[in-house]
């Protein structure tokens, strides 16, 4: 597609409970990242993929969020007992194969996740 | 990790320019430099990016410090929406991570 697309818009979940975040890259786009937007304006990289392997993951929170990128499939981020500081917009973003640093990133309109 | 600091808010009229400064005094050598805007309820959206030359595209102007640790992304003729938040963001050579900002809340008169 021409647009990156996530699923859910919106998701609710109990302290405790999982959530699992999907997203379709750009056909043709082979970089994949995740940022996660706590209280409006505050971006925190998580994770990037180049295809299906795992290109940086400095930002991840390793005990209970992990993420995949597996052939024609969408792109997913799962975390396990979500927390009440969860709660946030997570973006998935996918670029063109190129220039290291100088890409140009395509946004998806995010996941709001809400834990209670 | 490089960061970047930017006003908390600016103001312009429609059909001014507008001058959206940013500093990046840590900024290394292969870091590239990224703007942003995020209108309400929507991801990122990409505006212009350059190294070390100033760079012109069809949305703006981006002017950057020869020493390169500020830079400041011009908007032509402002119109109304073009009110969002714009962050100045660094971007890693190697990985291609962009980190963002606080950014710069722009609002735009009538």
């Known amino acids: 597609g021409e647009e990156v697309a996530q699923t859910p818009k919106h998701l609710v979940r109990g302290e405790g409970q999982k959530a699992k975040l999907y997203c379709a890259p750009i056909?043709?786009?082979?970089?994949v990242f995740w940022y996660q937007q706590v209280l409006k304006n505050e971006f925190k990289f998580l994770i990037s993929?180049?295809?299906?392997?795992?290109?940086?993951e400095t930002g991840m929170p390793k005990e209970r969020f992990s993420a995949k990128c597996l052939p024609n499939s969408p792109c997913s981020l799962e975390i396990q007992a979500t927390k009440l500081e969860d709660s946030a917009v997570y973006f998935c973003?996918?670029?063109?194969?190129?220039?290291?640093?100088?890409?140009?990133?395509?946004f998806g309109p995010g996941t709001r996740l809400t834990v209670l | 990790d490089a960061k970047t600091t930017q006003p908390n808010s600016m103001e312009s009229n429609e059909e001014e320019p507008v001058h959206l400064p940013c500093n990046h005094s840590?900024?290394?050598?292969?870091?590239?430099i990224h703007w942003y805007r995020q209108l309400p309820s929507q991801g990122p959206e990409y505006v212009i990016h350059?190294?070390?030359s100033n760079v012109n595209n069809r949305m703006a102007s981006l002017a950057i410090a020869e020493d390169r640790k500020s830079s400041t992304l011009i908007l032509h003729r402002a119109t109304l929406r073009d009110a969002a938040v714009y962050y100045c963001i660094l971007s890693y050579y190697n990985t291609d991570k962009l980190i963002f900002g606080t950014g710069t809340r722009l609002q735009v008169f009538p």
């Open positions: 840590t900024i290394s050598g292969t870091d590239y």
């Open positions: 350059g190294l070390t």
């Open positions: 056909k043709g786009h082979s970089y």
């Open positions: 993929f180049q295809n299906e392997n795992v290109f940086d």
């Open positions: 973003a996918s670029s063109e194969p190129g220039t290291s640093g100088g890409n140009e990133q395509f």
